[in-house]
Nanobody, 124 residues
C-alpha cells in the first residue's frame, strides 16, 4: 500500500517562504509522477504543480508560476514544494498525490494516492 505523508505547513506572513515535504512509502517512487494540490476555504481543489518520475519535467499552475518550485529526491522517496513570495490567497490545505506512471499529469482524477494534507496559512 502506498502512503503519502505531508509536512511543513504552518502559519506565515505574506512574503515569507515555506517548504512542504511529502514522504512516500510503498510502491516504486521513481516510477510515479507526483503532484501538489491545494484546497482553499470555499473553493475547489486545484493543482499547483506536478513533476515527472525522473524529475526532468515539471508543470505549474498560473497562480504559482515563478513563485513555487516542485522537486523530488528519489533516493529519499520525497517530493518537495518550495514556496516563495507567499500571498494570503495561497492559504489552503496542501495535498500531495501520486500517479502510478512517470509522465506528468495535471487532473486530479488521474492521481491514485493522496496524502492527508497540511495546512498553510498566510497572513497579510
Amino acid at each position: 500500500q502506498v502512503q503519502l505523508v505531508e509536512s511543513g505547513g504552518r502559519s506565515v506572513e505574506a512574503g515569507d517562504s515555506l517548504r512542504l515535504s511529502c514522504a512516500v512509502s510503498g510502491g516504486t517512487f521513481s516510477s510515479y509522477s507526483m503532484g501538489w494540490f491545494r484546497r482553499a476555504p470555499g473553493k475547489e481543489r486545484e493543482i499547483v504543480a506536478a513533476i515527472s518520475g525522473a524529475g526532468g519535467s515539471t508543470w505549474y499552475g498560473d497562480s504559482v508560476k515563478g513563485r513555487f518550485i516542485i522537486s523530488r529526491d528519489n533516493a529519499k522517496s520525497t517530493v518537495y514544494l518550495q514556496m516563495t513570495s507567499l500571498k494570503p490567497e495561497d492559504t489552503a490545505v496542501y495535498y500531495c498525490a501520486a500517479h502510478t506512471r512517470p509522465r506528468v499529469v495535471v487532473t486530479s482524477w488521474e492521481y491514485d494516492y493522496w496524502g492527508q494534507g497540511t495546512q498553510v496559512t498566510v497572513s497579510s
